[in-house]
Every structure is written in C-alpha cells, then in structure tokens.
C-alpha cells in the first residue's frame, strides 16, 4: 500500500511538515501592513479638493461691472471746459473724491487692483494739472487787466502785443490740455487691453488646473479601485 498516491503525491509525504503556513502567514501579514501603511483614501480625497480650491481661489477669473478709467476722462473733460477759477476748483474737487472712492475700492476689489492704480495715477496728475491752470488763468486775469490799461492809455501798440502774448497762452494751453484727454484715453484702452490680457492667462491656467484636477481625480478612482480588490492569497507549496 505504501506505494498508493493521491493527485500525483506520495502517501507518505503526507506525514511531512508543512513549513510553507508559516511563510505564507507572514506574507498576509506583510502584504496588509502594507496596505495599511498606504494613505486612507478619504484622506486622499480631501486633500484633492482642498488643492482644487486653492487652485481656483488663485487662479479665479474678476468679475468687474464697473470701467474705473471713466473717472479720470471725466475728470479732464471737466478741467478742459474749465473757464474760470471756480470751474477749476471744481474740476480739481472731482477728481479728489474720485481717487478716495477708488482707493477705497482697490481695497475691497483686489482682483482689479492694477486697473484701480492705473485710474488714480491718471486722477492725480489731473489734480497738479488742474493746480497748473489755476496759476494760469490767475495770470492770464492780470495780463488781461494791463492790456486793458495800456489801451486806456492809448498804448496800441503795447496793448496788441499783450494780448496777442495772451491770445498765444491760452491756445498752448487748449492744446496742452487737448493732449491730457488723449494720453486719458490712450492709457484707458491699454488698461482695458492688460485687463483682457490677464483674464486670458487666468481662463488658461484654470483650464490647466481643471485638466490636472481631472488627472488627480482619476488617480484617486483608480486608487480606490485596487484598494477594493482582495489580497492575493499567498501560494503554499508543499515539499518533501
């Protein structure tokens, strides 16, 4: 009977010791701490989302309703239409209470806080400008007051000559201040075109971001999928 066999093995090795459960315990053992030691999945998750949000925040497109530049075009048109001192002052008054409106608004919008700066830049050189004209006009009175009196006096000559002087004065000046409305506008147009530009870059970052947010997704998924899977059992071979 001793040389009987079952499925290829002797009878007699089935009284041989199995050495191969220890090992095949110890590899469980391992392959579980393993997977323990591997980061929770929810844990994974989270982190993801915490990353997609930071990346959005960043990278976040302004919404802006409002043309900031508008305020300094309006503030040269009223200081070109400014014929005496008062107009003047008031031209001046303007664009003061619009640079602290818009400097409170740079603080609360700070999306659109280099558009905001451009704006205010542009106000206070209306400010010194509008300083500039006061003089002006204030001695363009006092040259208007001696051709006056030079005509009085029947100095024709010294007369035309002062008011062709006051004559040329004031159409430097028109022109001058014809060239603030136009550098105004100019820088208004560049504004809104680095305005374009940046919401440009930000919409393809955030495509960027999406894409890898989508990666980082599927990542995640598959993750999860071979955590779900079994552990492969440990092959247990049984020797002589």
């Given at each position: 009977m001793s040389?009987?066999?079952?499925?290829?093995?002797?009878?007699?090795?089935?009284c041989q010791p199995q050495t191969?459960?220890?090992?095949g315990k110890k590899l469980?053992?391992?392959l579980r701490e393993k997977r323990d030691s591997q980061p929770d999945l929810t844990e994974m998750m989270k982190e993801a989302r915490e990353k997609a949000a930071e990346r959005e925040k960043m990278f976040k497109i302004p919404q802006n309703s409002q043309r900031y530049g508008d305020a300094a075009l309006l503030a040269y048109s009223k200081l070109a239409r400014a014929r005496t001192l008062g107009d003047v002052d008031a031209a001046s008054g303007y664009a003061r209470r619009q640079i602290a409106r818009l400097r409170a608004a740079k603080r609360g919008d700070s999306d659109n806080a280099d558009r905001i700066q451009a704006a205010i830049n542009q106000l206070q050189k209306a400010v010194n400008r509008a300083g500039r004209k006061r003089r002006e006009?204030?001695?363009?009175?006092?040259t208007a007051r001696r051709q006056a009196r030079l005509e009085r006096e029947k100095r024709t000559q010294e007369a035309k000559r002062l008011g062709h002087q006051l004559r040329g004065r004031q159409t430097m000046r028109a022109?001058?201040?014809?060239?603030y409305m136009r550098e105004a506008q100019v820088d208004n147009r560049l504004q809104d075109q680095l305005s374009a530009s940046r919401l440009e870059m930000r919409a393809q970052m955030q495509e960027v971001a999406d894409r890898t947010q989508t990666s980082v997704d599927a990542a995640v998924r598959e993750y999860a999928a071979a955590s779900a899977e079994p552990a492969p059992s440990p092959e247990i071979?049984?020797?002589a």
């Open positions: 040389g009987i066999s079952v499925s290829g093995v002797r009878a007699g090795e089935f191969a459960a220890p090992e469980a053992e391992a006009i204030s001695q363009e009175k006092l022109m001058r201040e014809s060239g071979t049984i020797q």
